[in-house]
């Protein structure tokens, strides 16, 4: 689950003393396998070296004392990591705000109350198509139909609900029904955008990708049913191409950092840099490094080949340290 930026955390990192966001990929681990999957997370897919309980309370401890004020954790599969609840716990009282991006295959009535009593924010999780079938064309093994019960218990204790979509050619038509039942079962915002040609999703791209065609049709229905459902569900997608996202971004950082499962720091998830290592540096030292590395070289060397080759998103998980 790649972390999506809220809009509302556009805010530009340059005169800030600590991040506004931090995006925390707990583990690579994942109970399924998606074709789509950027991160290539699948079942034994942890990454090698990633963080212990006592590593990651020390970056919890330096998040909650620069009061970082939103923190979310995703993966792989967050629920899977070993001692997620422990974590979350940690922050009970400091009121960060929480929020958990998961893919719902994991929730009962005991996961719903423990997020609540946890004080979690916003649960998103994926509901990329209103059929079972084309739910599990890309997402093998899935279950819709956990995911709808899931957001119903969180809703029922009142944890606030996000759903996200990722059009494929075998759902992309159905983009507005999805929409219409994100709505119903009380999402509060809806994500979607072009899919990102990395990680696992480059074996399966010919059979994934929408056309060009499909991508119109559908960019025509979000906009649609953004306005129709305009004050009452946020709709927010990415239309444009990764390369002019992060044009805009090389010029504006926004204030969030990427921490991996291993600790190291990422720029964003579009680029393959890495400026920080939790495990070794201080919370200051790495956002100090963070706002530096934007102005690297290197990134908008990356970017220019992005625009000149998109099959250069390839190379996202070759790490570069800046
Ligand atoms: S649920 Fe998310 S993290 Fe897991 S394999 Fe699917 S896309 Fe990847």
Redesign the pocket.
């Known amino acids: 689950?790649?972390v999506v930026l809220p809009e509302s955390l556009g805010a530009s990192a340059a005169d800030l003393s600590a991040p506004l966001y931090a995006a925390w990929q707990l583990t690579?681990e994942?109970?399924?396998?998606?074709r789509?999957?950027?991160?290539?997370?699948?079942p034994g897919r942890a990454m090698p070296g990633e963080l212990s309980r006592d590593e990651a309370f020390r970056i919890i401890d330096q998040l909650l004392a620069a009061e970082v004020p939103y923190v979310a954790f995703?993966?792989?599969?967050p629920l899977l990591h070993p001692h997620f609840f422990e974590l979350l716990g940690r922050f009970r009282g400091s009121g960060t705000g929480l929020k958990v991006e998961?893919?719902g295959?994991n929730f009962d009535a005991g996961t719903c109350e423990r997020m609540a009593k946890c004080e979690v924010k916003s649960v998103q999780l994926?509901m990329d198509g209103t059929t079972e079938e084309s739910y599990r064309a890309l997402?093998p093994g899935?279950s819709l139909a956990k995911v709808v019960d899931g957001i119903r218990g969180l809703r029922r204790v009142g944890v606030a609900v996000e759903v996200n979509f990722?059009p494929t050619r075998f759902n992309v038509g159905q983009i507005g029904a999805a929409m219409d039942r994100a709505f119903e079962l009380g999402a509060y915002a809806f994500y979607t955008g072009r899919l990102i040609r990395a990680?696992?999703a480059v074996d399966f791209w010919d059979g994934l990708a929408p056309s060009e065609a499909q991508y119109g049709e559908f960019f025509g229905i979000v906009k649609a049913k953004a306005l129709e459902y305009e004050g009452r569900m946020r709709v927010c997608y990415h239309e444009l191409g990764i390369a002019g996202e992060l044009r805009y971004r090389v010029e504006h950082p926004a204030a969030l950092i990427i921490i991996l499962p291993d600790g190291r720091v990422k720029l964003i998830n579009a680029l393959p840099f890495v400026c920080g290592d939790l495990r070794r540096q201080n919370l200051r030292e790495v956002w100090g490094a963070y706002k530096t590395a934007w102005k690297d070289l290197r990134v908008a060397r990356f970017i220019d080949e992005l625009e000149r080759d998109p099959d250069a998103v390839g190379k996202l998980h070759e790490w570069v340290a800046l």
């Open positions: 689950m790649p690579n994942c109970g399924l396998s998606c789509h999957c950027i991160e290539g997370s699948g995703s993966g792989g599969e998961t893919n295959q994926s997402r899935a990722a990680g696992r």
